[in-house]
């Protein structure tokens, strides 16, 4: 009489959905937060009267007053400085993610330690190392192992569907683990685009303003005409600033994430190569 099968063990640590709402509660605190720290920027510090000649901000900037003159670049910087602001943040808060999904050492440390506790067929010192290591890659790993220690059990199932159930189990678990590594990039990829073109949006107010300028009767407006010029060329200067640093960090942590994703397909690969040569054996001793 068979016995009946046991209950399935949870592939991965947790359900993620707790940390997603956290993901979204913090996007949702940090943009307005940060459109309402650079509009107090702007207006008391940028704007400070001390910064202008007759400490009037209507007035050109003190010569040499780098805040007066950011000031002048008009209403669209509080809005790209918000941007910025939202880039730093979100990219020191990936930063701080993906350097805790690594673990306490480093990844490829951790993957040959436990390739080389597969090699000789210990798999509790691998689960061992997983736990020693700690993030979402070791979380991954640890996962295969222990459903390499319950297949190697198993005798219900033959060597093929033993290979795909751990396979089955560390892709499930990566499926958890990883997606939460990319989130909150697709707000620094859209900022990379979008600050662009807020900067252009900028200038060509700025633009606006200089030719209004010139257009008065009589003598030109020399002061709304630099003015203007200064507006214009703040905002292209903000908005291509906010744009670098944007593509630059989402290039940055895509290629960690994507390393992390090697490191878990090489951890995975030598566990299921190393199940089947066990497998392998065994069934050849029992055959014999």
């Given amino acids: 009489m068979n016995k009946p099968a046991a209950p399935a063990r949870p592939a991965a640590p947790a359900p993620k959905t707790g940390e997603a709402k956290g993901g979204s509660v913090f996007a949702a605190i940090v943009i307005p937060l940060a459109l309402a720290v650079a509009i107090a920027i702007y207006k008391f510090v940028l704007g400070n009267p001390g910064n202008f000649q007759g400490n009037n901000p209507a007035n050109h900037p003190l010569p040499g007053n780098y805040l007066g003159i950011v000031y002048k670049g008009g209403f669209i910087v509080p809005v790209l400085m ?7 943040t979100f990219s020191i808060e990936r930063f701080l993610t993906i350097s805790k999904a690594k673990g306490t050492k480093g990844v490829e440390g951790f993957v040959r330690s436990v390739r080389q506790k597969l090699n000789v067929n210990d798999i509790t010192g691998a689960i061992a ?60 990829s859209t900022l990379a685009s979008v600050a662009t073109l807020v900067g252009l949006l900028g200038t060509v107010f700025g633009m606006i303003n200089a030719f209004a300028a ?4 009589g003598a030109p407006d020399a002061v709304g005409l630099a003015n203007g010029i200064s507006e214009a060329l703040i905002n292209t200067a903000l908005g291509i600033l906010t744009s670098a640093i944007a593509i630059v960090a989402y290039n940055f942590f895509t290629s960690k994430i994507d390393e992390l994703t090697y490191s878990i397909d090489e951890a995975g690969f030598s566990i299921i190569q190393t199940f089947a040569a066990q497998h392998g054996e065994e069934r050849v001793h029992g055959a014999a």
Avoid: F, H, W
Avoid at 129 to 140: E, F, L, M, P, T
Avoid at 214 to 217: G, K, Q, R, S
């Fill in 214 to 217: 010139l257009a008065n009767a």
């Fill in 82 to 88: 918000s941007m910025l602001i939202i880039v730093v």
């Fill in 129 to 188: 190392v997983c736990d020693q290591q700690k993030g979402s890659v070791a979380n991954v790993v640890k996962a295969g192992l222990l459903k390499y220690q319950e297949m190697s059990r198993e005798r219900g199932m033959d060597k093929d569907q033993k290979i795909l159930a751990i396979q089955k189990e560390i892709e499930e678990t990566t499926a958890l683990e990883l997606p939460m590594l990319e989130k909150n990039l697709v707000i620094i």
